[in-house]
């Protein structure tokens, strides 16, 4: 286990320092900037803070992190930005290890391709490091499947896993959609229900008071997390606000892209688990737990590929089966005359998934949506170097960067914002800033910068240069000067350009050297 968990951290850790592009914002919203509030009194916590619809649980530990490097005295932007990272890059190691020790039990005949799987993940690469909640919510997941006791077992009184599945749910109830079919199924083919149900009754209590105590704690008034998350997300759909998706765009788009070039053998294994007769228990347990939580999110109008995460290690146990299965087909034994194409195929497949999974992590990694991150550090050093005067304003699509978990240097700054209508009775014609403003940027900017008033506008100005055009007359009246320029991405939208452009007001930076 130790030289696995060592393969896998080098793994994972390299992925802190290759993966240097922005995927969602809530990387950094939902996490780092809740953790430097927490630890350096000044930051922005958004709507959903507000709303209480997050726990404070997972940004506790980064913000625990963040107070232990400012007593050492090492708090700089470039360490704030790297440790949480590197810790998030371990406990997904640790998971890796956990669904690898499950994958490659003796009982499911996966050994021989069980680590491939997991090294040759595309998607798991691109966000094993990132601090998203989808990210904590797959490994505590994996974990847990690793230590559930799937049929047939002879341990079916175990509990073990319900620990961590409920650290899952304190994190993110989601999780409960997964872990529940579960749980059923052990209650039913144990002989140790009642064991089972008093265990799972004590750890559920422990599991609310936890998460009622650090959000309460936290928000500094009464909260419950889970409870405002299904509110908002399941009774008000406030979720579809941020877009809408097909019914069926999980099918066709979520599980190829969470999978990249291991749908092939995912796909083998499971027809050949519909297809029987050899179908396993553990088989139609994990097929049900799979198709129900893929179709349960699927009447959600908005979808993440993110969403499905957690059930990566079911899809790459499956993968793992049928890598298996392709390897002994009968091909080799029946059809001698291509016998020769099948031998170096499964020679070379795992080169082969290996280079399938590397292209895609290091153009996604490297290259697609960079700019918004690139330009952090240039301006946290500017801002360093003249705090008093520096103001920054974001004319772009809501949180395309970070904030304060990447300057740390408390400056005025203002962005776009794209907060939901949170009124009980919603009303039709409600359009956040980010949509008015681009509607009719020259309305937003004439009633916020108008020219009478010119001590209110910002030293800095952040855009994508899709706005160049169409920002011209206010920079010109502005006195602005182009003073840095980050490349983004190949594939720009409306909204979102090839780079990512920096302005500076000279005349609001007088006295700074």
Request: charged fraction near 15%.
């Amino acid at each position: 286990m130790a030289k696995d968990f060592r393969l896998f951290a080098a793994l994972r850790l390299a992925s802190v320092f290759l993966v240097q592009t922005a995927y969602v914002p809530d990387e950094y919203w939902q996490s780092l900037e809740v953790a430097h509030k927490l630890s350096f009194g000044y930051g922005y916590l958004t709507w959903e803070w507000q709303e209480g619809i997050r726990s404070y649980a997972y940004p506790l530990v980064f913000s625990g992190l963040f107070k232990l490097l400012a007593y050492l005295g090492v708090d700089n932007v470039k360490i704030l930005v790297t440790a949480p990272r590197i810790l998030q890059a371990l406990i997904t190691a640790y998971a890796d290890v956990s669904i690898l020790s499950w994958i490659r039990n003796p009982t499911y005949g996966r050994s021989p391709w069980a680590k491939i799987t997991i090294v040759t993940s595309w998607y798991l690469f691109y966000v094993g490091s990132r601090t998203i909640y989808n990210t904590i919510e797959a490994d505590l997941i994996g974990i847990a499947f690793s230590l559930y006791p799937w049929p047939p077992s002879k341990v079916s009184g175990s509990s073990k896993y319900l620990i961590v599945g409920a650290l899952a749910c304190v994190i993110r109830p989601t999780a409960a959609v997964i872990l529940l079919p579960l749980f059923i199924c052990q209650i039913i083919t144990s002989s140790e229900r009642l064991s089972i149900i008093l265990k799972s009754i004590i750890i559920t209590c422990f599991a609310t008071a936890l998460v009622f105590t650090v959000d309460t704690y936290t928000a500094e008034t009464a909260s419950f997390s889970p409870i405002n998350f299904l509110k908002a997300n399941i009774g008000r759909n406030i979720a579809s606000f941020y877009g809408e998706h097909p019914g069926l765009w999980y099918f066709t788009s979520g599980i190829p892209m969470l999978l990249g070039a291991q749908l092939l053998p995912f796909l083998y294994e499971v027809y050949k688990i519909v297809k029987g007769p050899n179908r396993q228990s553990y088989d139609i347990l994990m097929m049900f737990v799979f198709l129900s939580t893929v179709l349960l999110y699927s009447f959600q109008p908005h979808k993440e590929t993110r969403f499905l995460l957690p059930l990566l290690p079911i899809a790459l146990f499956w993968s793992a089966g049928g890598l298996s299965r392709f390897e002994k087909s009968s091909l080799k034994e029946n059809w001698g005359r291509i016998q020769g194409v099948v031998n170096w195929t499964s020679r070379f497949l795992p080169w082969l998934l290996l280079i399938s999974a590397v292209v895609p992590s290091l153009y996604f990694g490297l290259v697609h949506q960079r700019g918004t991150l690139d330009v952090m550090p240039w301006l946290s050093n500017r801002a360093q170097s003249c705090p008093e005067k520096t103001r920054i304003l974001f004319l772009m699509p809501c949180h395309s960067t970070p904030l304060y978990s990447h300057l740390h240097v408390d400056v005025p700054t203002r962005f776009l914002t794209c907060v939901p209508d949170l009124q009980s009775v919603p009303d039709p014609g409600y359009v956040d800033e980010a949509d008015l403003f681009y509607a009719d940027h020259v309305s937003w900017l004439n009633k916020n910068f108008p020219e009478t008033k010119p001590e209110l506008l910002y030293s800095h100005i952040v855009y994508f240069d899709s706005l160049q055009q169409k920002l011209e007359p206010f920079l010109r009246w502005g006195g602005y000067s182009e003073v840095a320029s980050f490349f983004h991405t190949h594939l720009p939208t409306e909204r979102v350009g090839r780079r990512v452009i920096v302005q500076e007001r000279a005349a609001s930076l007088i006295g700074c050297t």
